[in-house]
């Protein structure tokens, strides 16, 4: 008994969860439970009856004789609760759908209880196939066709550089439908109560751009270009290393073939004939530029690629304090400092108290010719310039202390201060 009231309940989830505007979906095959108005004011010779359509009787109940008739169409699926007179129907089809409704015959007659049922099928699988018209490392143009047993519709998705969007479709049922996840084309179809998908990788399909991974080296150095072997189609015809400089063919690989390798780069390049990775020596910086792996099937597929810059160390840098004021008013100093290297100069000037300095008008900072940065701070008791890029870095540095004799003094300071300044007001009035 506990098990059957419990397979009620669920039913009865099943049921809401199914419900529309107006209408409760249910799936073919499962049962359908409903539920009746069980305040009534019943009499001795009231009644209730549940109707398919407001036309057949499904049930009759009398109270007085705590009597249930049913219609014989409905005897062997049919069953009523008499403790709250809610209907179960066992296994319902697609023939079942209509109104239902609970009709209390007593002082008058009305519904207390009325449905509008719809009863599907699930829905049928779904096929996905999609073709590639057009294809470069940079964009592709894919065709999609979604298809069930009766319906299909068409779609046009184009990508560029890892992004794809959905162009156009022709949609044939409105329960089937294509769309865009993350990196996957997913066919849809679905009505109320089932659902059916069929998902495939855009990767497969399509040879967009990767990721540029961006490498900084110095002169001299060497650099090694990878491929990861998963993004390296099986039954590739020709893999090749390109750089972008000079738009040169600097290997190639094909599977039973010794590595053709290009003159410009053979005195300086090493690989590998099992894993396609180069390794370049001697860099310079005319080597800067991008750095390219694309492998040929019937389309052609990048599966690397590397932006290398190239670059010298920074040269020295030098700071000097080229300005220097005093006030004995706000027992302050300004020092303005210039920071400089080969081909670039910055200058900052700071204020400093006997306790604190600050940089006026905030941290300063330039890029040289040379594509280095040239950065003024102030950093505790200290004014530093840095000189840097990618590969290297030098700095200079000013103690403050040593340029503003107030800095991180007191009382002392204060009495020495009105000494000297004492001192020299009186050397003057002697002198006129």
Known sequence: MAAAVLLLMVSLLHLLAAQGPGVLFIKSGSDLLLDANTTLRISENAFLVWKFKEIQNIVRFMFGSQNATLHQSWRDRARLFKTNYSLLLNKVTVSDSGSYGALFSGDDDKYVAKYKVQVQDPVSPVHLTVSSSSSSSLSCNLTVTCSTGNSNIHAAIQCHNQTCSLENSTMHS??????????????????????ETNKTEI???????????????????????????????????????KFSGLNDLMITFSPHEKPHVHPNYSSRMDYDVKKYFVKLRNLQKADSGVYTAQATTFQVKTVAEYNVTV??????????????????????CNLTVTCSTEDAHISSTFTCDNKTCRLEGGERSQITKSAASLQVQLSGQSIICNHSNQISWTKDVIKIQDHCIQYGETERYSSNYLVRSHYQTLSIHLKN
């Open 174 to 195: 409105p329960h089937l439908y294509i769309y865009l996840e993350s990196d996957h084309i997913i066919c849809n179809h679905s009505n109320q109560v089932s659902r």
């Open 203 to 241: 990767k497969s399909y399509c040879s967009t751009k990767p990721v540029s991974r961006a490498v900084y080296l110095q002169t001299g150095d060497s650099v090694f270009l990878n491929v990861t072997e998963t993004d390296v189609p099986a039954n590739f015809f020709i893999l090749s290393w």
């Open 311 to 332: 670059q010298d160390p920074v040269s020295p840098v030098k700071m000097a304090v080229n300005q220097r004021e005093f006030s004995s008013v706000s027992l302050s």
